[in-house]
């Protein structure tokens, strides 16, 4: 097996394709419960795509349409195939886009997306757990602000704090001194879910919490309880978009 192949590489391939069986995919399967379980997922949601999808349509259907078009009166009589066309465009695309989004938002691929995001080398030094708090309560309204945000309530604990893209939308990224070591708190204006969506992703474990107009993730890498932090933030956030 190669041993360079990680969990990431796997999701973001059955991500796109699930049908795809290559033998690194199934040699890593075997050893990784959380990816055979990805893949289960991906497979029954293509199954079900291809059910809503595989609608059968009335045998005398076109002979109806065209009777229809025939016998309408002259002044009405006009027939634009390149309509019907371009209405067949517009569902595969409403259908693709569905279906991009209903994938982007499951446990697995949010929960990826954000140690992804967590993991980028620009915040490398985010979870350092020497960081100082940040004294400047200004400073981290300022950053809430640039995503829609406002936060009511103590802030001391938190140790860093900028305002950065994710899925091309501005988020806070936060992260707060835990008990066993730093947690990141990203608050996401534009991420909506429908209820509780836990995640653990190459060393991080991590909870997104609906809340009113968006979502907040809390996620660690150390032992330190998530709820508290959790329930602190859902009294304090208050979305502005």
């Not at 697995?108 to 757990?129: F, I, K, S, T």
Request: glycine residues 6%; contains cysteine.
């Amino acid at each position: 097996m190669n041993t360079n192949i990680n969990c990431l590489d796997v999701r973001r391939t059955l991500g796109a394709e699930p049908q795809r069986r290559d033998a690194w995919i199934l040699e890593h399967c075997k050893v990784c419960v959380q990816c055979a379980a990805f893949l289960k997922d991906m497979l029954a949601l293509d199954q079900r795509v291809e059910r809503a999808l595989n609608i059968e349509v009335p045998k005398d259907l076109e002979a109806r349409i065209l009777f229809r078009a025939e016998f309408r009166p002259a002044g009405r009589r006009r027939v634009y195939p390149w309509l019907a066309a371009a209405a067949a465009v517009v569902l595969a695309v409403a259908v693709g886009v569905g279906l991009w989004q209903y994938r982007q938002n499951s446990a697995a691929m949010l929960g990826q997306a954000l140690v992804a995001h967590v993991m980028n080398p620009d915040e490398a030094d985010a979870l350092d757990p020497d960081r100082p708090t940040i004294r400047d309560v200004s400073f981290v309204t300022t950053v809430l602000s640039r995503a829609g945000i406002r936060m009511n309530g103590s802030m001391d604990d938190i140790t860093y704090a900028r305002a950065c893209p994710f899925r091309g939308e501005m988020v806070a990224h936060l992260v707060v001194r835990g008990r066993d070591g730093p947690v990141t708190v990203l608050l996401l204006p534009h991420i909506h879910v429908g209820q509780p969506t836990h995640f653990n992703e190459q060393g991080f474990e991590g909870v997104i919490l609906p809340d009113d107009q968006g979502s907040i993730a809390i996620i660690a890498n150390n032992p330190t309880p998530m709820a508290p932090i959790a329930h602190e933030f859902m009294k304090m956030v208050e979305w502005s978009i």
